[in-house]
């Protein structure tokens, strides 16, 4: 299975529980959702469900596949509406056999080395509904500090084995830059594609946090 022990022992930990919904996904689900209600709409690796409550407030028809048996059970029972559509599973892979109408993936897939994400990549198009589309959120980018540390892992723009910072006991960790991305959705449309790097002044000093966050259509 792609998905790491690491993040099923966060969660243990009650680490990496966010609960709101990330602004850059509100936006950008805003701009390209289907106008009707009750669109299909699958998240890959949701954690501790953060996005639930945007889907559920839009009428949408939520589907998640998660990686943490653990984070999926309190899911069920804070959201029993939706406890058959949230499963456990590699998410690489093991994606509902059902037509979506949107995919959604805010840092979770780019936990993964480039042969697993391009499986899932390969597996959402065919699920995707002609014109849906997949929105990545936090892609994380070779710009990014630590691309230059960690440990090679499989390929050149994976590292694992980090031991501070953001990236510490979280297993792996895949870089992109522009054209890597557009290798990696060559199937797709690119409708929307942005790159942003910020520093962090308070309460820590850092520099660097650098992601891309994009809107690919099936056509």
């Known amino acids: 299975m792609s ?27 805003m701009r390209h959702k289907p106008q009707e209600e009750n669109f299909k709409v699958l998240e890959l690796g949701c954690g501790a469900g953060a996005n639930i409550p945007l889907f559920a407030s839009l009428g949408a028809n939520y589907y998640a596949v998660e990686g943490s048996k653990t984070i999926v059970k309190k899911l069920h029972q804070q959201y029993p509406q939706f406890k058959g559509n949230i499963v456990s599973g590699d998410f690489t892979k093991d994606i509902p056999d059902e037509k979506f109408d949107l995919i959604v993936d805010r840092a979770a897939l ?23 589309k997949f929105i990545g959120i936090d892609w994380f980018s ?9 440990n090679e892992a499989g390929d ?12 510490a006991d979280v297993g792996k960790v895949h870089f992109s830059d522009k054209a890597h991305l557009l290798e990696l959705f060559k199937k797709f449309k690119i409708l929307n594609m942005t790159h942003r790097v910020s520093t962090e002044e308070i309460p820590n000093s850092y520099k660097g946090l650098a992601i891309w966050n994009f809107v690919a259509e099936k056509l």
């Open 142 to 150: 070779t710009d990014y500090p630590e691309f230059k540390k960690g």
């Open 110 to 132: 780019t936990h993964n080395d480039e042969r697993a994400i391009i499986e899932c990549i390969d597996v959402c198009y065919q699920q995707l509904e002609i014109g849906g």
């Open 156 to 167: 050149v723009w994976t590292k694992n084995n980090f031991k501070e910072g953001n990236f």
């Open 3 to 29: 998905f790491s022990r690491e993040w099923d022992e966060r969660y243990q930990e009650n680490t990496h529980m966010s609960i709101w919904p990330w602004s850059d996904l509100v936006s950008l689900v």
